[in-house]
C-alpha cells in the first residue's frame, strides 16, 4: 500500500519532509504542496503539484496523509479540518498553543478513524536511540537524573531568521517551539509521568520580546528529576550544548550529543573509594589526591559517519539528520499502511505541550505547578 502525502506549508521544515517523502521513505507519493508564498517553487523543486488551497488539498483523493508543517496557531483548525475529510496527519511539533487543543486535535482524529502522529524528531536520531536502548537494557542502571541543553548564541531571530512567524508572541514563545522537544524527550527517557514542574524564564536582550532563555526543572512519578536548560544567548558557542543530553543512572552516565554522539562513563581510572572525597589537592596528600584527581574514564558508544563536533548546526540535509526525520515519517506512512499506532502519539504529544505550559505557568506565579493540569 501506497500513502499519498500533501505536505501544507512551505517553510524550512516543509523543504525537509518534502526530501524524507521524494528521497528517503518507501511506499510513499508525495502528491502536492499547498499555502505559503514558498509553495510554488517548493512543488517545483520536488516535481509535484502546487495546489492553491488547503481546501483542495483536502479534496484530493489520491491524498490520504497532510504534514501540517505550519505556524502552530494553525495546527488545531487544519487537524480539525484534516479529520473531518478522513486524511490522517502528522503534525510537526509543538502538537498545539496548549492542552485543551491538544485533545481536542486527538478527539477529531479517534472519531474520524485517522492516525494522527507528532514530529519529535530527537527520539528519531540514531545517538538518541542507542541511549535509549541501552536505559531500557538496565546498561547505567537505574535512570535518576536527566540534564538537557540547549545553548545558542547571537539571539532567537539570527537563529530562525528575521520575520520568522515563531517569533511572534502569539506562537506560544521559543519555549513552547523548542522545549516541546526537550520535555517530550526526558519525559520519554524517564519512563515516567511529571508530576512537579518549577521554571524561570527572562529575555536578557531589552531589545527582543520574548523570554529567549528558560530553565526549568521537572519530577515524575517514579522519582527522577530533570533539568532542561535552553538559551539563544549566550555570548558564543563554546559549551557543547546545541542538543546535549546527560542521562544519570546509578551505575553509569550517557553523555548524549542529539546530533550524532554518544558516549557512556565508565568510572575513574584506578578507582576512587568513599574516603578520598573532600581531600584537598595539595602536594602534601599526594596518595589521597592521585585518587581524587583521577578523571573518569569515558567510551564511545555510537558517532555518525558525519559527525563534526558538539557545537556544530544541526547539519541538514547530513546523512544521519536526513535518517532521523525519515524514521518519523516511515513510521507514519507503516502505521498508516497497518492500522496501528504510531510511535508518538498524540497522547505524547500533549504531554510535551502540557509540560512546557506547566513551565511557563511557573514561571508567570513564581510557584511550582502540579501535573498532570486541570
Not at 66 to 92: C, R
Not at 124 to 147: H, Y
Amino acid at each position: 500500500m501506497s500513502v499519498g502525502f500533501g505536505i501544507v506549508g512551505s517553510g524550512l521544515m516543509a523543504g525537509v519532509y518534502a526530501n524524507a517523502l521524494k528521497d528517503d521513505t518507501r511506499n510513499t507519493r508525495f502528491v502536492g504542496v499547498a499555502v505559503g508564498s514558498r509553495a510554488p517553487a517548493l512543488a517545483a523543486k520536488y516535481g509535484v503539484e502546487h495546489t492553491g488551497s488547503f481546501e483542495e488539498m483536502l479534496a484530493r483523493p489520491d491524498i490520504d496523509a497532510v504534514v501540517l508543517a505550519t505556524p502552530h496557531s494553525a495546527h488545531l483548525p487544519e487537524t480539525l479540518a484534516a479529520a473531518a475529510a478522513g486524511k490522517h496527519i502528522f503534525l510537526e511539533k509543538p502538537m498545539a498553543l496548549n492542552k485543551a487543543e491538544c485533545r481536542r486535535m486527538i478527539d477529531a482524529a479517534r472519531s474520524a478513524g485517522v492516525v494522527l502522529t507528532v514530529g519529535q524528531v530527537t527520539r528519531r536520531m540514531e545517538a538518541a536511540r542507542v541511549a535509549k536502548q541501552m536505559i531500557d537494557a538496565g546498561e547505567i542502571g537505574e535512570i535518576r537524573m536527566l540534564q538537557v541543553w540547549r545553548g545558542i548564541d547571537g539571539g532567537l531571530a539570527r537563529s530562525l531568521g528575521e520575520g520568522s512567524w515563531a517569533l511572534d508572541p502569539r506562537e506560544g514563545g521559543p519555549f513552547l517551539d523548542w522545549g516541546s522537544h526537550g520535555c517530550d524527550v526526558v519525559r520519554w527517557y524517564a519512563g515516567g509521568e511529571p508530576t512537579l514542574a518549577f521554571g524561570v524564564s527572562k529575555g536578557f536582550d531589552p531589545e527582543t520580546p520574548l523570554d529567549e532563555t528558560t530553565m526549568a526543572q521537572f519530577v515524575f512519578d517514579n522519582g527522577v528529576f530533570a533539568h532542561i536548560w535552553m538559551t539563544y544567548e549566550l555570548p558564543h558557542a563554546v559549551l557543547g550544548t546545541r542538543a546535549r543530553y546527560l542521562l544519570i543512572g546509578s551505575k553509569a552516565i550517557l553523555d548524549l550529543h542529539a546530533y550524532g554522539h554518544l558516549r557512556i562513563s565508565t568510572g575513574p581510572e584506578g578507582g576512587r573509594s568513599e574516603a578520598t572525597w573532600g581531600v584537598p589537592t595539595t602536594p602534601t596528600v599526594s596518595g589521597a589526591a592521585k585518587a581524587l584527581t583521577a578523571p573518569a574514564s569515558w567510551q564511545t558508544v555510537y558517532q555518525s559517519d558525519d559527525w563534526v563536533d558538539p557545537d556544530a548546526g544541526w547539519g541538514y540535509p547530513s546523512a544521519y539528520m536526513r535518517q532521523g526525520f525519515a524514521r518519523q515519517v516511515q513510521d507514519f506512512t507503516d502505521a498508516i499502511a497497518q492500522g496501528r499506532s504510531p510511535e508518538v502519539t498524540g497522547e505524547d504529544g500533549l504531554r510535551a505541550v502540557e509540560m512546557v505550559t506547566a513551565v511557563q505557568q511557573s514561571a508567570a506565579t513564581g510557584q511550582a505547578v502540579r501535573l498532570p493540569l486541570a
